[in-house]
């Protein structure tokens, strides 16, 4: 886990994703992702492997709770983690 910076390019903003990261995942550059919202958390999720026929929720709602969960358990660990 990296701790990145949301920087401004354009009249968007964007956040880097590292080239060891892109390289691990098989991300290309110029390849289409879905980004969305976690449920109601604070949570964005990018998919990099959407299907022709996405639902409305492309993540399950079991998933949703499992990692709301995780992440308010193991806060200040993915924290320290992140300022590593």
Known sequence: ?????????GNSDAVIIPA???????LKRGQKVIMDRLGDT???VIIT???KKVSQSAVTAE???WLSS?????????DDLARR
């Open 63 to 65: 998933f949703q709770t």
């Open 42 to 44: 604070e949570n964005l």
């Open 1 to 9: 886990m990296q701790l990145q910076t949301i920087t401004q390019l």
């Open 49 to 51: 492997k959407p299907t």
């Open 70 to 78: 995780f992440l308010e358990e193991d806060k200040s660990l993915l």
């Open 20 to 26: 060891t990261l892109m390289k691990d995942i098989g």
